[in-house]
């Protein structure tokens, strides 16, 4: 990602990001200008990527572990959450920034998807936090 010129990576590039929407929070920035900025500074589209990658698994667990499948809403929970768990951190983040302020259909399915939203809340992690 690329701030002020200078191209960050991995966990920095995270931390940046979340600088910056803090900064911009502060300023009263509205959540439009948050995304153009966030879309500005993802020119090479790795937040779209780490998301819809993200999306993909989800929905191959809904898909495969269905009811119709032999499986039940708690195999399905179990397994969203195993995934989620062995996601690093800053990814996760990633995951849930894009939710909040990117209006790809990723980011909508996801927040969509009552399943994922329990995990998501079960594990206490904060949906709309930035």
Known sequence: MTFDGQVYSGIDAVRKLENEIYTLRNQHTADLDIAKFIKD????????????????????????LSNENGF???????????????TE?????????????LNYKSS???RENQEFISVIEDLKLPIDSY
């Not at 951190?89 to 302020?101: D, G």
């Open 72 to 86: 039940n809403l708690e195999e399905r929970k179990a397994q969203i959450e195993t995934m989620i768990n062995f």
């Open 41 to 64: 500074s993802d020119s090479e589209e790795k937040l779209y990527n780490t998301q819809r990658v993200f999306y993909v698994i989800t929905k191959v667990i809904n898909q495969k």
């Open 89 to 101: 951190f800053s990814l996760l983040r990633v995951v849930l920034i894009s939710m909040q302020f």
């Open 108 to 110: 909508k399915l996801l």
